[in-house]
C-alpha cells in the first residue's frame, strides 16, 4: 500500500465509542486525514461497519471501556493490527437516568459513572502507559459535555460523570505535559446523536432540534462539527494546548441566564 497522505499519516489512532455519533464521525475524520483507525464499541457490530467504510487501514474490536479487559483488548487490537497508538479519542458514553434526585437508584447512578467516568480514567491510564512504552509523546482527547460546565436538575448521574471527566483531564494534562503528551477535551452542546435514543428518552430527541433553535445560533451542532475540533486538538495546530476543554456548542456556554439581554429569554423557536 502507497504511504498515505495528511496531517495524520502515521499516526494511529483509536476512538472509543466509535460505533455511532461523535465517534463515528471523529474515526471517518482521521481515517480521510492519513490516520490508521481502531474503531472500539460495545456493540462489534456498529464497530465493524464502521471501521469497514472508512477510507483507511481500519480494525474494528468489542469492547466495554468500563473493563480492565474492556480497555485491553482496544489496546491489544491496535498493537497487533498496527503496531503502535498515538492518538486516543475517548468518547465513550451514555446518558443514563434522567429521574429527579430523590428517586435516582444506586445501581443507576453506578453504572453511568462506570462508562463515563472510570471508562475515561482507565483509557487515560492505558494510554499513557502505552506511551512509556513506546517511549513517545502522543494526544488524547476526551469527550465531555456542556454538562461539564453547567447544571441541570434532571440528568443528575451523567452530568456528576461529566463533571469528573473534566478533573481527569486536567490531572493528566499537568501529569503529561513534561512527557510530551496533551491532554484536552471538547465540549459538545446539543448534538443529534443515538444517546437519547439508546436512554429510552426518543422524545427528547424529537425535540431536539426545535430546543437548538434556542442557542445563540439558533440550531443544533452535528457530530462532524464535533469532530473537526477533535481533529484540531490531535494536530499539530495545536501543539501548544494542553489541558483544555473547547465548547462547541453554538454559544450556549456563555448565556447569561439571569438577563435577558445575556440570551435568556430573548427569543423564542416560534421568532
Known sequence: MPDREGRFAGKVAVVTGGGSGIGAATALRLSREG???????????????????????????????STVAGVDAYIRTALDRFGRIDLHHLNAGLLGTMAPLPDVEPADFDH??????????LGLRAAFRRYREQESGGAVVVTASISSLRGAADQLPYQTSKHGVLGLVHGAAMYGAPRGIRVNAVAPGLIPTGIFAASGLADRAATLSRR???????????????????????????SYVTGEVVSADGGAFMVNTVVRSGGSGAWTPED
Open 35 to 65: 490516520a490508521d483507525v481502531v474503531v472500539a464499541d460495545i456493540d462489534g457490530e456498529a464497530a465493524a461497519k464502521v471501521a469497514g467504510e472508512l477510507p483507511g487501514p481500519a480494525a474494528a474490536v468489542a469492547a466495554d471501556v
Open 212 to 238: 437548538g433553535r434556542t442557542v445563540p445560533m439558533r440550531r443544533v451542532g452535528t457530530v462532524d462539527e464535533i469532530a473537526g475540533v477533535v481533529a484540531f486538538l490531535f494536530s499539530d495546530d495545536a
Open 112 to 121: 453511568v459513572i462506570a462508562v463515563n467516568l472510570r471508562g475515561v480514567f
